[in-house]
């Protein structure tokens, strides 16, 4: 498990006490009201806060990654500090940097989601963020994973992409890529790989494909901020994710196709919410369809109907969906290739000494499955759903994101995932152990909390 595991464990247990004995820390929060000047300075410094992390990225782009990878990824179009090889060495400064401007935009971000919660947050103002957010991230000359390299190799490959040997990028700068990372296929559905074609195929040259997805991206954020709006899941929420440097980082800089199963997740909340069961059966099928462990994460989108029938069975159905058209189209392919990827990090991971994938699936499947049938649990679990993968990488916190939105949580999620990815962030793995700090001084909170509100009973509340 990872710290931001225990965090997310110690965070359940301290939300059920909460309700039922109220909290001195939530009430204090509540009453927490920055002034309009306040509000409008941290959301402005949060772009500042954000090139500040750029530039790191961009700096160990070209300086931080170490042989054999160094020579060839900085020859990329957009450079790559390929974090994940256990074969760089972090620099302790760097480290704590990235953690520390980590801890700085999620500050500014509660300020501001507190801000728009209570209406002192201009609209323009916010908006003016957000697209400056955008235009960064857009423009930014380096990327922190070769994910996006291999999406624009299967949109060059077309609908052989699951079939391996994957050799799309023979004859161009990305080709040493398979004396290290051989593609073997790609693990994500047939509706992502429909759009990545649809997008990237047409276009000359590698860089333009990368910026190409990256456009959609954007358009994909801006949707879901659109769709959080229409869930009326308050203004904190909507301000904790356009100003949100995680979701520009990860979503658009990193080019993560988690956003476009996100959206079709919460474009299903809102159909079920309005009692049309069909089409939110389709669109949690789309979101499998785009990643598979979707299929869990987008559960929660059922749990408004009005019946633990139609939750279970609507959740099936989609669940059927989704295995139907795969088994179609690219079919046994496509189950091999996941279960390859999973057997493959599950093994790292057991290497050690945490078998992640074993021992979290089971946990977040029962506890998914519990939330969609009897609309049970603590907000805190948003936190659990990214264990379901035998990678913790930093993008999959977003998966909580539907059963935050359902229970009512978005925004306080939503401003604690620039530091909780950074948690998770192995970029920063050489430096302090701040991370542990922060996980001692979480639960030290929760604990005092207790104490505190076991004496005085305060009357239970959430803040943003």
């Known amino acids: 498990m990872t710290l931001v595991s225990i965090v997310a464990c110690v965070a359940v247990v301290w939300t059920l006490f909460r309700q039922r004995f109220g909290s001195v820390v939530g009430a204090w929060a509540e009453r927490f009201a920055p002034s309009a000047m306040l509000t409008r300075i941290c959301a402005l410094a949060l772009v ?12 160990q782009a070209h300086v931080e990654n170490g042989p054999p990878l160094s020579d060839w990824l900085r020859t990329l179009p957009l450079p790559v500090y390929d974090h994940h090889s256990e074969r760089l060495g972090v620099h302790q400064v760097l480290s704590t940097a ?9 500050g500014l971000l509660v300020v501001a989601a507190v801000g728009a919660r209570n209406g002192v947050l201009e609209r323009g103002v916010s908006r003016g963020v957000a697209a400056a957010l955008a235009l960064a991230a857009l423009v ?15 949109g060059m490959l077309g609908w052989h992409a699951y079939v391996p040997p994957a050799h799309a990028f023979d004859g161009t700068l990305y080709a040493p890529i398979y004396e290290h990372v051989p593609l073997v296929g790609v693990i994500y559905g047939p509706l992502w790989l429909g759009l990545d074609i649809l997008v990237t195929a047409w276009l000359p040259t590698i860089l333009a494909k990368l910026i190409a997805l990256r456009v959609l991206n954007i358009a994909l954020t801006a949707a879901m901020a659109m769709l959080l709006r229409r869930l009326m899941v308050g203004r904190a929420a909507e301000a904790a994710w356009s100003l949100n440097p995680a979701v520009w980082f990860y979503f658009v800089v990193c080019v993560h196709a988690d956003v476009e199963a996100l959206l079709a997740t919460a474009a299903a909340l809102l159909a079920a919410r309005r009692g049309r069961i069909w089409i939110a059966m389709v669109l949690v099928s789309a979101a499998a369809l ?28 989609a669940c059927a969906l989704a295995g139907g058209i795969t088994l179609i189209y690219p079919g046994s392919v496509l189950f091999s290739g996941i279960a390859n990827h999973a057997t493959v990090w599950s093994a790292r991971a057991h290497e050690r000494g945490a078998d992640t994938y074993v021992l979290m699936m089971p946990v977040v499947a029962a506890i998914a499955f519990a939330i969609v049938a009897f609309r049970r649990g603590s ?23 539907p059963y935050a939105v359902e229970t009512g949580a978005p925004a306080i ?8 990815a950074a948690m998770r962030e192995s970029a920063y793995f050489g430096g302090p152990p701040i991370p542990f700090y922060f996980a001692a001084l979480a639960i030290a909170v929760f604990a005092f909390d207790a104490y505190l509100s076991l004496r005085r009973r305060i009357v239970p509340r959430y803040i943003l």
């Open 48 to 59: 500042p806060a954000f090139a500040a992390q750029l530039v790191l990225l961009v700096h």
């Open 98 to 106: 990235g953690y520390l401007l980590a801890a700085l935009q999620t």
């Open 140 to 154: 930014t000359p380096a990327m922190a994973t070769t994910d996006p390299y291999e999406f624009v190799a299967a």
């Open 290 to 317: 785009i990643k598979a462990p979707f299929l869990i994460a987008a559960g929660p989108a059922f749990v408004p109907l009005d019946s633990m029938r139609k939750r279970v069975a609507a959740w099936v159905g």
């Open 379 to 401: 907000p805190a679990l948003a936190w659990i759903f990214g264990q379901m993968s035998p990678l913790s990488a930093p993008w999959y916190l977003f998966w909580g994101l």
């Open 413 to 420: 999620v939503l401003v604690s995932l620039p530091f909780f």
